[in-house]
């Protein structure tokens, strides 16, 4: 498969780039920025074409890997799927709900295959234990920290525009939500939100399988204090979701393996678009309450 990257920021350098060039069934074509000079640094560094025109890249692959914003992914993950193209994407899907489905839609109207890369869902020791939680019945609550120290350290994503536009709910809130939905099905409603220190919010779910969940989300945690903790309470025990000592690259190439044999078989994979849209839903639904609050 063909793929091209859209992006050329710390995640596309640091994760994207190198899984794209290590993984032995994708051919690496080229670079798309919306720097140009940052392109060409990138795609020189691994030895592919910097292309100053997005439609030029996507005639020449089969998919595209998106590293870019929300809003940016959204607007060109619907134009790649109407030429045709696969989609390897980044969480979260979009900014807004009706991005959201509109790339959810696109996908599906053009039958290509998508895969949106949440983190846990493809690390080896974490995608195992979600699913052997998943077949477990009994789930009584859930409690979620996804702590980060992104704007209270050095952290490369520090200047990220979007990141302190959104804050940690739309950032580290999915990766919570990619957890919790699989294990303990969809979230009925946000039952509370709350706003904690800094860009902190704390929300309470209620879910289709009967139990709830609550989630502390937060970008402004102190070094010392991050870390994420997933823990499960119900009739089989209590289990905590495993660290993994994996970095970025090995579950992103995963995630590529994903979009291959989506794109081979023809099924939708379960962290597709359609996926991501309802990952949207939820924050958007969280943001909304938060909102209230704060009038």
């Known amino acids: 498969m063909r793929i091209g990257l859209l992006g050329t920021g710390p995640w596309a350098q640091m994760a994207h780039a190198p899984a794209l060039e290590e993984h032995g069934d994708l051919d690496f074509v080229g670079v798309w920025g919306r720097r140009p000079d940052a392109a060409k640094d990138l795609a020189g560094r691994h030895g592919v074409r910097a292309y100053d025109d997005v439609d030029a890249l996507l005639a020449d692959v089969d998919a595209v890997a998106v590293a870019l914003p929300p809003r940016v992914q959204a607007e060109l993950a619907v134009r790649a799927a109407r030429a045709g193209r696969h989609l390897l994407l980044d969480k979260p899907l979009a900014a807004t709900v009706d991005e959201a489905r509109a790339v959810a839609d696109a996908a599906r109207e053009a039958r290509v295959a998508s895969v949106v890369f949440f983190t846990s869902r493809f690390q080896t020791e974490t995608e195992t234990w979600i699913a052997e939680q998943a077949a477990e019945d009994g789930w009584f609550t859930a409690r979620a920290q996804w702590l980060g120290s992104v704007f209270t350290s050095d952290s490369p994503f520090a200047a990220s525009a979007w990141r302190r536009e959104k804050g940690a709910l739309w ?102 678009a359609t996926f991501g849209l309802r990952v949207t839903e939820i924050l958007a639904e969280a943001e909304g309450l938060l909102g209230e609050r704060e009038g």
């Open 171 to 272: 950032d580290v809130g999915p990766h919570a939500l990619s957890v919790l939905l699989p294990v303990l099905g969809d979230a009925l409603r946000v039952a509370a939100a709350a706003h904690g220190p800094g860009d902190t919010v704390q929300l309470v779910l209620d879910h289709a399988g009967g139990a709830s969940s609550t989630l502390t989300l937060s970008l402004t945690a102190p070094p010392a204090a991050a870390g994420a903790d997933v823990e499960l309470r119900g009739a089989a025990g209590v289990t905590r979701l495993p660290r993994s000592p994996e970095g970025a690259v090995p579950p992103l190439m995963r995630a590529a393996d994903a979009l291959l044999s989506s794109a081979a078989t023809g099924r939708p994979h379960p962290c597709d």
